[in-house]
C-alpha cells in the first residue's frame, strides 16, 4: 500500500496539571478509569497509532467520551498533544511552527464542524469563501470559486442569504461547501451530521459519498452513530476511553469484532443492509453448476434474500467486474445475518 | 488613668509613653475636654471601649490618634501632588482642549443646523423615523423653553466623554478577554471605579487640577462611566462561540484576523449594551460634575438647590430625563439593528 497520507504514531494526550507526570503512568501501562482514580488526571487519548490512506473515507467512532473528537483536533493541532506523532504527507507537524501551521490549515487541511460553526455576520456566501479570505484573495477570484462550490452542494442562489436564515441542513452545507472552496486535500469532519435530523442526515451521507467519488479526498469522520459510519467508511477505527480497540475494513470488523464492546456495539444493526455479498461468499472461481443466478459482490444481504425470494435452498454467483469471484450459498447469508460473538473466548454474548 | 494604661505598663512602654511632649502632640478632643472640667464618670464594664487609636492614645500619649491616618494620607497625597500633576498635566491636557472645542461647536453651530444633524446622526444609527421626530421635538421643547444651550453643553461634555471611554474601554476590555491574569488585576479596579461614591473621585482630582480646567469634570465623569463598556467588551468576546472560534482557528486566521472578523463583531451586540450603559452613567455623572464647574443641566440642578429655586431644578432634571431617554433609545435602536443582523 502506499504511503499514508495521514499517519498518527503513539499518540498520547492526558488532560490534567502535570499530564508529563501522569503521561509516565500511562506508558507504564495505566488505562483512564484507573488514570483518574489514582492521579486525577483524564486520559483523553492513549497510544493511538492509525494510518489513513489518500483518497479514502476514515471513519473514527465511538461513544461520548471516546476521545474521538479530541483525535481529530489533533491532526490540526487545534489541541496539542502530550506526546507522539502526527505525520501528514511525510513531514511530523509537531516540528511544525506557528507560521507553518497555519499554511497547512490554509492549504492542506478543511475542517467540517458538528454545529457548523459559521459566522453569522457574514453571507453564505461569504461564509463558504472563508478560507479564501483567509488566505487573502481578492473578491474576484473567491467569489466564482465559492458561487462554485455553493451551486456544487446545492445552494444555487443562496449566496447573498444570511446563516440564520436557513436550515440546518442547508447550514451544513455551506460548512461542506466552505470546506472544499479551500481545495485541501484533507477534509476533517467532526460529527458533522449529528446535529441533522435523520432524513436530512441520509442526504447528506449521499452528498458526501457523492463528492468523493468525484474529489477523492482524504476524509477523516468523527461519528458516533454505527450505521453512519459503516455507510461511509473505507477504514473504520473504533475508539473506547481513548483507546483503539479495533480498526479495519469495516465489514472485517463486523464478522470478526475482537472486543466485547464492539460485539455490544454491532448487536443492534441490520445487518442484512450492511454486509455485502463479497464478505460472505466462499471465493472461488469455478462454477459448480446449478447456480440459480448472478450478484454484484456490493450487493447487500438484503437484496440477495430479495433476489432468492427467501428460498434457502439456493446458491448465487458473485461477479467482481462482471468476472466470477465466488459462490454465496443462501445458506451462509442466513447465517451471517446472526450476530458474531467476540473472537477471543469468555467475551460476553450480544443479546 | 485610661482603660488601656495596663497594655503600657505590661509591655513595659510606659518610659516611651510619656517621653516625647506627653500627651502635647495630641489634639483635645471634645471628650477630653469634658473629662477634664467634670469629674470623670465611674467606668463600668459597659463603658469599655474598642481598642481604637484615640482610646489607646488616652492611654499612652505617644500612641498616634486616628486624625492622624487621615491626616497622614493627606500630607502624603500632597507630598507626590506637584510630581503627579506635572506627568498628569500634560498627559490630560488634550482632553481639556477636546472639552473645549466641543463645547465651542456644539454652542456656536446655529439650533437650526445642530437640530437636524442630530436628527440625521439618530435617523443613520436607528433608522427609525419615530425616534427622529421624538429626537427633534424633545430638542425643540427644550430650546422653546431657553434650556437649549444647556442641553447642548451637556450633550458636548457626553460626546467627548463616551468616545474617549469606549477608545480607551474597548481596548481595555479585549487586552481583559485575552488574558486571565489581567482579567483577574482589573475586575478589583472596576469594582473599586463602580462602588466608589461619585463624589469621592472629585476630592483628588480637584488637589492635582486647577478648578477652571475642564479636563477635572472630564476625568472624573470618563473614570465614573469606563466600567460598563470594559467590562461588558471583556464579557461579549468571552461568550463568542467556542465553535466558531475554533473554525477560525481551523482555517488559519491569524490573531487579529480573527479578532477583526469574528470576535469583535460577534462580541458587537453586548460592548454596544457597554457603550450604552456608558454613555448613561457619563449622563450621571455629568450632573454631579456640575459641583467642579462642568457646564451644562446639571448647573441648573445645582442652582435649583442652592437658591431653593424649586421650578427651575425640577424641569433642568425633567431635561436631563428626556436627554437620557433620547440617548438610551439611540444607542439602543443601534443595538437592536446589530441584533438583528446576527441572530443565530
Known amino acids: 500500500m502506499a504511503d499514508p497520507k495521514i499517519s498518527i504514531r503513539n499518540l498520547y494526550k492526558i488532560f490534567g496539571d502535570d499530564p508529563q507526570a501522569a503521561l509516565t503512568h500511562a506508558k507504564a501501562g495505566m488505562h483512564k478509569d484507573e488514570l483518574l482514580e489514582a492521579h486525577r488526571h483524564v486520559l483523553g487519548l492513549r497510544d493511538i497509532n492509525v ?221 442484512a443492509r450492511v454486509l455485502r455479498a463479497r464478505t460472505v461468499m466462499r471465493e472461488t472461481t469455478e462454477d459448480p453448476g446449478g447456480l440459480a443466478g448472478a450478484v454484484d459482490e456490493n450487493a447487500t444481504l438484503e437484496d440477495v434474500i430479495a433476489k432468492a425470494d427467501g428460498d434457502t435452498n439456493l446458491s448465487f454467483r458473485v461477479l467482481r467486474d462482471d468476472t466470477m469471484a465466488g459462490i454465496l450459498s443462501m445458506t451462509d447469508v442466513v447465517k451471517a445475518l446472526v450476530p458474531t460473538d467476540a473472537a477471543e473466548d469468555g467475551m460476553r454474548k450480544a443479546s | 488613668m485610661a482603660t488601656y494604661d495596663w497594655i503600657f505598663d505590661g509591655l513595659g512602654l510606659r518610659q516611651w509613653c510619656d517621653g516625647d511632649g506627653s500627651g502635647g502632640s495630641a489634639p483635645m478632643s471634645m471628650a477630653d475636654l469634658m473629662n477634664q472640667t467634670g469629674n470623670a464618670p465611674e467606668r463600668t464594664i459597659w463603658d469599655t471601649p474598642f481598642p481604637s487609636m484615640d482610646a489607646l492614645n488616652d492611654a499612652c500619649a505617644s500612641f498616634p490618634q486616628s486624625r492622624e491616618l487621615t491626616r497622614g494620607l493627606e500630607r502624603g497625597f500632597l507630598d507626590i501632588k506637584d510630581a503627579l500633576s506635572y506627568v498628569l498635566d500634560p498627559l490630560t491636557q488634550p482632553l481639556s482642549w477636546a472639552l473645549q472645542n466641543a463645547l465651542w461647536l456644539f454652542q456656536e453651530t446655529p439650533w437650526w443646523i445642530m437640530i437636524p444633524v442630530l436628527a440625521l446622526v439618530v435617523l443613520a444609527i436607528s433608522k427609525s423615523w419615530k425616534l427622529v421626530a421624538f429626537v427633534a421635538g424633545s430638542f425643540a421643547a427644550l430650546a422653546f423653553i431657553d434650556y437649549y444651550d444647556y442641553a447642548m453643553q451637556t450633550l458636548a461634555i457626553i460626546f467627548v466623554c463616551a468616545v474617549i471611554c469606549v477608545a480607551l474601554g474597548v481596548p481595555i476590555g479585549i487586552a481583559m478577554s485575552r488574558s486571565d491574569r489581567f482579567q483577574g488585576g482589573m475586575i478589583p479596579v472596576l469594582d ?34 469606563i466600567v460598563p463598556v470594559i467590562r461588558l467588551t471583556n464579557l461579549g468576546i468571552r461568550l463568542v462561540d467556542k465553535e466558531v472560534i475554533e473554525a477560525a482557528d481551523a482555517f488559519g486566521m491569524t490573531k487579529r484576523q480573527k479578532l477583526y472578523g469574528v470576535q469583535i463583531p460577534l462580541a458587537l451586540p453586548n460592548i454596544m449594551a457597554g457603550v450604552n450603559q456608558t454613555i448613561m452613567m457619563s449622563l450621571a455623572m455629568v450632573v454631579i460634575a456640575s459641583l467642579v464647574s462642568a457646564p451644562g443641566l446639571g448647573v441648573l440642578v445645582l442652582r435649583g438647590i442652592r437658591n431653593l429655586e424649586l421650578g427651575v431644578g425640577l424641569i433642568s432634571g425633567l431635561g436631563i430625563v428626556l436627554l437620557a431617554v433620547i440617548l438610551d433609545r439611540s444607542t439602543k435602536a443601534a443595538l437592536a439593528r446589530v441584533n438583528a443582523a446576527q441572530k443565530h
Do not use: C
Open chain 2, 192 to 225: 473599586m471605579l463602580q462602588t466608589l461614591p461619585p463624589f469621592v473621585y472629585l476630592i483628588p482630582l480637584i488637589f492635582l487640577f486647577s478648578v477652571t480646567e475642564p479636563k477635572l469634570y472630564g476625568i472624573a465623569i470618563i473614570l465614573y462611566a
Open chain 1, 51 to 271: 494510518d489513513m490512506q489518500a483518497g479514502e473515507i476514515t471513519v473514527v467512532m465511538g461513544l461520548s467520551g471516546s476521545g474521538k473528537s479530541t483525535l481529530i483536533r489533533h491532526l490540526n493541532r487545534l489541541i496539542e498533544p502530550t506526546d507522539g506523532e502526527v505525520v501528514i504527507a511525510g513531514e511530523n507537524i509537531m516540528d511544525y511552527s506557528d507560521a507553518q501551521l497555519r499554511a497547512l490549515r490554509r492549504k492542506q487541511m478543511s475542517m467540517v464542524f458538528q454545529k457548523f460553526a459559521l459566522l453569522p455576520h457574514r453571507t453564505v456566501l461569504e461564509n463558504a469563501a472563508t478560507p479564501m479570505i483567509v488566505d487573502g484573495e481578492k473578491r474576484s477570484a473567491w467569489e466564482a470559486e465559492a458561487t462554485k462550490w455553493l451551486d456544487r452542494v446545492g445552494l444555487q442562489g443562496q449566496g447573498p442569504q444570511y446563516p440564520h436564515q436557513l436550515s440546518g441542513g442547508m447550514q451544513q452545507r455551506v460548512g461542506i461547501a466552505r470546506a472544499l472552496t479551500s481545495n485541501s486535500d484533507i477534509m476533517l469532519m467532526d460529527e458533522a451530521f449529528s446535529a441533522l435530523d435523520p432524513l436530512i442526515r441520509t442526504d447528506m451521507q449521499d452528498l458526501l459519498l457523492e463528492l468523493q467519488r468525484e474529489l477523492q479526498k482524504t476524509v477523516v469522520f468523527i461519528t458516533h452513530d454505527l450505521d453512519e459510519a459503516l455507510k461511509l467508511a473505507d477504514h473504520l477505527v473504533i475508539l473506547k476511553d481513548g483507546e483503539v480497540v479495533q480498526q479495519g475494513e469495516p465489514q472485517h470488523i463486523l464478522m470478526h469484532p475482537n472486543d466485547p464492546y464492539i460485539v455490544d456495539f454491532i448487536s443492534d444493526i441490520n445487518r
